[in-house]
């Protein structure tokens, strides 16, 4: 169990999801997370910015079928800090 | 950018939300049967084809491991999300589980093949395509409750 702490980075509400999508699979495509957030390409853009310059986010692009795909994946320092934050608002929450 | 602040009991509803939609984007309904499918056959041409001499069950391995790869790669452009299967905790364990099943079934191809049994790859096959098929319901199930309960 890995010890709570609050990390402003992630608590932002579009970031948080962000982490979350991210936290169960090993990458995800740019587009399934904006369209599952419900947000801009440009404000997704902004976000995993501030993730990827915290170390959090790795973001990679690949080529298929003549069309360029972005995909983010969840550094180890991300799922770490991930974890952490959700253990602390757990205990926050007075859940567990 | 303005950046709201949201209580703990908000942000893991917010938490909550977002993996429900993973859920679903993995889940695929529509595509899950034929994902099935056509795993379970590769698997099965994969076991059953090492009853054969050299250079047919190598390439019924070998081709197979490719036709793996162009299946992983069709279901993660169509879902959004690339899973490996060894990710999440306890789903790792059925993919761990699977490949032993798999290698055990191609080892005794190997061997029925080598002992003159060539009628034990049809068998074989059917085993592997079962397992396949199996192994990965079980895989998904597990991942779904994993994903639901952290």
Redesign the interface.
């Known amino acids: 169990m890995r010890a709570p702490v609050f990390d402003p980075v992630i608590h932002a509400p579009g970031r948080l999801q962000i982490c979350a999508i991210l936290s169960d699979v090993d990458q995800a495509e740019f587009a399934m997370v904006r369209d599952a957030i419900s947000v801009s390409d440009s404000v997704l853009s902004k976000h995993v910015k501030q993730l990827e310059d915290a170390g959090y986010v790795a973001v990679s692009k690949a080529t298929t079928g003549g069309r360029q795909r972005t995909w983010l994946k969840l550094s180890v320092a991300g799922r770490a800090a991930f974890r952490a934050h959700v253990a602390e608002l757990t205990r926050l929450a007075g859940i567990g | 950018?303005t950046?709201?602040q949201?209580?703990?009991?908000e942000?893991?509803e917010?938490?909550r939300?977002?993996?429900a939609?993973?859920?679903e984007?993995?889940r695929d309904q529509k595509g899950a049967a034929r994902f099935a499918l056509i795993y379970s056959s590769i698997a099965a041409v994969m076991v059953g084809g090492q009853v054969f001499s050299a250079p047919f069950n190598v390439f019924c391995s070998a081709g197979g491991a490719v036709a793996f790869g162009l299946l992983a790669?069709s279901w993660?452009?169509r879902?959004?999300?690339?899973?490996?299967g060894v990710?999440?905790k306890k789903a790792r364990w059925v993919a761990f589980g699977l490949g032993a099943v798999m290698l055990a079934l191609m080892l005794i191809a190997v061997w029925a093949g080598r002992s003159g049994h060539l009628w034990a790859g049809l068998p074989l096959a059917a085993a592997g395509f079962g397992s396949a098929w199996g192994g990965s319901a079980l895989w998904m199930k597990v991942f779904l409750a994993e994903?639901r309960d952290?």
């Not at chain 2, 949201?6 to 009991?9: F, G, K, L, S």
């Not at chain 2, 879902?79 to 490996?84: H, L, N, Y």
């Open positions: 950018m950046e709201p949201q209580t703990p009991a942000a893991l917010a938490i939300q977002s993996r939609t993973v859920r984007a993995v790669r993660s452009q879902t959004g999300v690339w899973i490996s990710t999440p994903t952290q």
